[in-house]
């Protein structure tokens, strides 16, 4: 399923937001009813936090609310996105099973209060959870409003409690079968962890110093896969009543709790909350950022944006304005990327509540406003790009992402926590981003041999499968940049012996690294080609490879930091520090030319071709001419110039 499904709905693109009526009177519904007429909004969220109003009491509903609002939506032409209302769980329900509530690695039962006080492992918020899941579908499986399902709310709660702990106990044995073969593949030979029985085997709990690896990856694993037969419950009780595609918002933080990858093949389509964490052109980068990494997460097909924020961002533990304009750009970077439209959260901002201060596109200032003149005017834009939904985007380049490679990198006891997992992936995608190239995110054992060029920023875990499947990438023609501390562990994890990274990475990249040299904080490195490096280094040799720089000073002066092997038809880079973040640039500038990407536009101009289409955002303020005049969707006439800082989306010929 895809989302033309969803668009066939819609026809068009879809323009909403979380809707909360629920907050409000019939006077304000009324004026709800007309502003979204005026925004041309034609898709609401609705019922997210709903739980506590649908079934004030365990096993008694009140829909006639909800039937109300959706009948009242629909007559004015707003389609629905139902959500099940199972990530704030109400009142009734904590009281009633205290043991479903979630504890912290630190042994703290946390208390019902905020949202997302629940352990996905507790048989008792499954079963609550899948109950009301079914009643809805029962009830609203063939509405005529509901355009789509919308399961739970950002799956990313982690529990340590006794529920967690059996359900983790029955997941390991699954995974390896028997107590011997945790044994050997936590390597508890070490600090006399060997287990005897499965019942001593527990979470990763806090403990006195640090965990076992093997552990802790595991229960990350396990917990991801339990968050994902959570959604696949609540998916099956729904598909059993409605015909309606089936999803969940995606978040896509510094911090991930999912295997992003196996919920992306669950989902009938992908759907993302993306709010930029720092201002500027940082925000336009990180919207990019998150509107790849959603396409991918979909192998490609139309997505959608659930949420964004229409006036703020956090930044610094501080909610900062959008500056005027910042709500278009955002916006069209990420249909531009292949959303098949663009969501707030919420449609009005909330009087009251743990969120009254965060935006909506309504403001508490109400519809004379100018955040809401500018959702209006986003509104009618994105209706003018009807035509481009449902299509797609295709990416010569690829930066590796794995959440195993993601939680190993968080292990205890690696040579540096620096630096973070996020930030690398981060980094790769920016220097990307601001050379002008669109970029996928690819596990390494996809199948990468439609990308020129394949960045591995942070990849310190990979399987023999993803090593070999490097390997043919590079023997067939790619370019692949490997960085510091990659393919150093198996999936246990397990070091990998006789020099890192693992052997079919060694030979294509024809190096091996015998030493690790994390830096100090601050710490920098010159390098024989003027480029710095900082936070890593390595002693490597040569192995094929030819040096194409040298470290200068200490014990590694004159060993290589940059390598380059040519390998079957491919090249194979290694670099074994992290680099300045100009020269970072410099060197994926030159590995695109090596691999034959081009730059068609300017620099400050992000240019994406999806489908038919093709959408300039222009990040500059001198104006761009066009090669030649095209049809601009956008102000639906022609254009010759790209005004400063200004959009366009063109119909190609
Ligand atoms: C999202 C969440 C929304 C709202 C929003 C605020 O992550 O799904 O419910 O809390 O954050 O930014």
Not at 335 to 342: E, H, L, N, P, V
Request: with cysteine; net charge negative; hydrophobic share 40%.
């Amino acid at each position: 399923m895809t989302t033309r499904k969803l668009t066939g709905r819609l026809d068009g693109l879809a323009f909403g937001g979380d809707y909360n009526p629920e907050q409000w009177d019939e006077a304000v519904w009324a004026e709800d009813d007309e502003l979204m007429r005026r925004a041309r909004v034609n898709l609401a969220t609705v019922g997210v936090f709903s739980w506590a109003l649908l079934e004030p009491e365990e096993g008694r509903y009140d829909f006639a609310w909800l039937d109300a609002h959706l009948d009242r939506l629909h007559a004015g032409g707003v389609a629905v996105d139902l959500a099940t209302p199972t990530a704030s769980p109400p009142p009734w329900f904590t009281r009633a099973h205290p043991d479903a509530l979630p504890v912290t690695a630190e042994g703290v039962r946390l208390v019902h209060g905020s949202r997302d006080t629940y352990c996905l492992a507790a048989p008792a918020y499954r079963d609550a959870a899948r109950r009301v899941a079914a009643a809805l579908a029962e009830r609203y499986g063939r509405h005529p409003a509901v355009a789509l399902w919308h399961v739970h709310n950002e799956y990313a709660t982690l529990c340590f409690c006794d529920h967690a702990a059996a359900a983790f106990r029955t997941w390991l044995r699954d995974r390896h079968g028997t107590l011997d073969a945790l044994n050997e593949a936590w390597g508890t030979a070490f600090w006399s962890q060997r287990y005897h029985s499965w019942d001593e085997v527990l979470p990763p709990r806090a403990t006195q110093w640090h965990h076992n690896p093997g552990q802790s990856l595991d229960f990350r694993r396990f917990f991801s896969d339990v968050a994902l037969a959570a959604y696949r419950e609540q998916r099956d009780e729904i598909r059993a009543h409605s015909d309606r595609p089936v999803t969940t918002n995606l978040m896509l933080p510094g911090y991930q709790n999912l295997d992003l990858w196996a919920f992306g093949r669950e989902l009938d389509f992908v759907t993302i909350d993306h709010y930029p964490d720092r201002p500027g052109l940082d925000a336009a980068a990180d919207t990019a950022f998150g509107a790849d990494r959603a396409r991918s997460l979909g192998g490609g097909r139309p997505w959608l944006l659930m949420e964004q924020g229409a006036n703020t961002v956090y930044a610094e533990g501080r909610v900062l304005p959008k500056d005027p304009g910042d709500i278009f750009r955002h916006t069209l970077g990420h249909i531009a990327r292949g959303s098949d439209g663009a969501l707030f959260f919420q449609w009005r901002q909330s009087k009251a509540g743990a969120e009254t201060w965060h935006s909506a596109m309504v403001p508490h200032a109400g519809p004379d406003s100018r955040i809401f003149r500018e959702v209006r005017a986003l509104g009618e834009a994105v209706a003018r790009l009807a035509e481009v939904a449902g299509s797609t985007v295709t990416a010569e380049v690829a930066v590796l992402h794995d959440a195993e490679a993601w939680w190993a990198s968080e292990a205890d006891g690696l040579p540096s926590p620096e630096p973070g997992y996020h930030s690398m992936l981060r980094r790769a995608h920016r220097a990307l981003w601001d050379a002008g190239v669109v970029t996928d995110f690819a596990h390494p054992e996809h199948d990468l041999s439609r990308y020129r060029l394949v960045l591995a920023p942070a990849l310190p875990l990979v399987t023999d499968a993803g090593a070999a499947n490097l390997r043919r990438y590079v023997a067939g023609g790619g370019t692949l940049l490997l960085q510091h501390f990659g393919g150093v562990v198996d999936e246990r994890p397990h070091a990998r012996l006789g020099g890192y990274p693992a052997g079919p990475l060694r030979e294509a990249l024809g190096v091996r690294v015998e030493e690790p040299r994390p830096l100090r904080q601050g710490e920098r490195v010159a390098l024989s080609d003027g480029a710095h490096g900082t936070a890593w280094s390595e002693y490597l040799r040569l192995d094929g490879a030819e040096a194409v720089s040298a470290y200068t000073h200490g014990m590694l002066a004159g060993h290589p930091a940059l390598t380059r092997h040519s390998f079957g038809d491919g090249r194979g880079w290694y670099l074994s520090t992290v680099l300045d973040t100009g020269d970072y640039g410099a060197l994926v500038q030159r590995l695109l030319g090596e691999a034959g990407v081009v730059r068609e536009w300017p620099p400050g101009v992000e240019a994406v071709t999806r489908g038919a289409w093709r959408f300039l955002l222009n990040h500059g303020g001198d104006a761009v001419p066009l090669p030649r005049a095209a049809h601009d969707l956008l102000t639906d006439g022609p254009l010759t110039e790209l005004p400063p800082h200004g959009c366009a989306v063109l119909r190609m010929p």
